[in-house]
């Protein structure tokens, strides 16, 4: 199993960035799909969650400017950000609960991370 994050860069402040990532290998299902982020010298931080129904929970930070989604055809979850600011730089990491097949649980498992910068 693996998560495969898509979609980083660079962008000015009040700009948007949509983040992918899909999961893939031997899975029998996925229960929540994530986003977090890392800057540096700091913890890393939940940004944004969505269960397998649908029902996104976020960080205050984010809230009325990112929209998290997902495709449970695709095995895909999406980070929409907006009216993004200079704090938001970091390394964004998607997260997956999901149980693979021949496991008897879910597990949680983690994208490589992708450099989201916000600058002039």
């Known amino acids: 199993v693996q998560l495969v994050e898509s979609g980083g860069g660079l962008v000015q402040p009040g700009g948007s960035l949509r983040l992918s990532c899909a999961a893939s290998g031997s899975i029998f299902s996925i229960n929540t799909m994530g986003w977090y982020r890392q800057a540096p010298g700091k913890q890393r931080e939940l940004v944004a969650v969505i269960t397998s129904g649908a029902k996104p929970n976020y960080a205050d930070f984010v809230k009325g400017r990112f929209t998290i989604s997902r495709d449970n055809v695709k095995n895909t979850v999406y980070l929409q950000m907006n009216s993004l600011k200079p704090e938001d730089t970091a390394v964004y990491y998607c997260?997956?609960?999901?149980?693979?097949?021949?496991?008897?649980?879910?597990?949680?498992?983690w994208g490589q991370g992708t450099q989201v910068t916000v600058s002039s």
């Open positions: 997260n997956a609960r999901l149980r693979a097949i021949l496991e008897a649980y879910e597990n949680e498992y």
